[in-house]
């Protein structure tokens, strides 16, 4: 399985950004799947994840502001980013295999997400 995120960009406190994550291959993505940042000197972070099913979670700091969702008729999850603030600031990641927060499967190519004050 190939993950393949798009979507980054500059933008200003308060506006929105939506992200795209491709799956490709032959083998599934493994449950469930998510969205991982990393901002810089900071460790990554799992900020929302969705099963199979459609059951989602977030991170405290982004609940409220960010839904995460998938259409697996064309293999591809997404991640809408309202409100945004400076210290969402990171590179995203689309990643798979994703238990209790922690990422036990893949990690896609990241895209970059700059929010300026």
């Known amino acids: 399985v190939q993950l393949q995120a798009s979507g980054g960009g500059l933008v200003q406190a308060g506006e929105s950004l939506r992200l795209s994550c491709v799956t490709s291959?032959?083998?599934?993505?493994?449950?469930?799947m998510g969205w991982a940042r990393q901002a810089p000197g900071k460790r990554r972070e799992v900020v929302a994840s969705?099963?199979?099913?459609?059951?989602?979670t977030y991170i405290d700091s982004v609940k409220g502001r960010f839904t995460i969702s998938r259409n697996n008729a064309v293999n591809t999850m997404y991640l809408q980013m309202n409100n945004l603030k400076p210290e969402d600031t990171a590179v995203y990641f689309c990643?798979?295999?994703?238990?209790?927060?922690?990422?036990?499967?893949?990690w896609g190519q990241g895209t970059q997400v700059t929010v300026s004050s």
């Open positions: 969705i099963t199979d099913t459609g059951s989602t």
């Open positions: 291959g032959n083998m599934k993505p493994r449950n469930a």
């Open positions: 990643v798979d295999g994703v238990i209790a927060g922690r990422v036990l499967g893949r």
